[in-house]
T-cell receptor
Framework: QQQVKQSPQSLIVQKGGISIINCAYENTAFDYFPWYQQFPGKGPALLIAIRPDVSEKKEGRFTISFNKSAKQFSLHIMDSQPGDSATYFCAARSGTYKYIFGTGTRLKVLA | DAGVIQSPRHEVTEMGQEVTLRCKPISGHDYLFWYRQTMMRGLELLIYFNNNVPIDDSGMPEDRFSAKMPNASFSTLKIQPSEPRDSAVYFC?????????????FGSGTQLSVL
């Protein structure tokens, strides 16, 4: 119940295309859903986050879509750029301070 | 602020040796987290502290792993004895208390290789 399942494991997208990464959870007590971006040799950094009372959040080219009834959420990267090539982690917060991460998606955007 | 500082960046050791990983959180942050990253399992939470007190260590894989936080500016993760399956990247992260402070700040990690 504490798991967050993420797919796909890896993704290759052409420059200008849309990248979509999906996550699913079971614990309805999760109350905060962030996405983290990690470049090689660096720690993950917060990209965008959403709370379950909102169905969508957009920041620039990055959008989170949240489906509370299906217990799923996804990250959409519009107009994907080579600089977006990184590993993306979805996460969910359990309780106030415990963050559970997905297994990660390695995105490569071809120039 | 220098961010979360971890040392060493890389550690290569032989099976059976003791390994100590170090972390300095961001000043003023009262929550500290240790995560382990592997290809197969992604980012796994090992343990987290609040005000230097361990709150949840349910992710610590076994008794060979221990973590301490003797003061607000320093934490260690120790593996004794180390095994090849412990090879991974270990991250430390910190955050401040309160709503509006949900962001975790990660260090650059320690790449551990146990031969």
């Amino acid at each position: 119940q504490q798991q967050v399942k993420q797919s796909p494991q890896s993704l290759i997208v052409q420059k200008g295309g849309i990248s979509i990464i999906n996550c699913a959870y079971e614990n309805t007590a999760f109350d905060y859903f962030p996405w983290y971006q990690q470049f090689p040799g660096k720690g993950p950094a917060l990209l965008i986050a959403i709370r379950p009372d909102v169905s969508e959040k957009k920041e620039g080219r990055f959008t989170i879509s949240f489906n509370k009834s299906a217990k799923q959420f996804s990250l959409h990267i519009m107009d994907s750029q080579p600089g977006d090539s990184a590993t993306y982690f979805c996460a969910a917060r359990s309780g106030t301070y415990k963050y559970i991460f997905g297994t990660g998606t390695r995105l490569k955007v071809l120039a | 602020d220098a961010g979360v500082i971890q040392s060493p960046r890389h550690e290569v050791t032989e099976m059976g040796q003791e390994v100590t990983l170090r972390c300095k959180p961001i000043s003023g942050h009262d929550y500290l987290f240790w995560y382990r990253q592997t290809m197969m399992r992604g980012l796994e939470l090992l343990i987290y502290f609040n005000n230097n007190v361990p709150i949840d260590d349910s992710g610590m894989p076994e008794d060979r792993f221990s973590a301490k936080m003797p003061n607000a500016s320093f934490s260690t993760l120790k593996i004794q004895p180390s095994e090849p399956r412990d090879s991974a990247v270990y991250f430390c992260a910190s955050r401040a208390t309160g709503q509006g402070n949900e962001k975790l700040f990660f260090g650059s990690g320690t790449q551990l290789s146990v031969l």
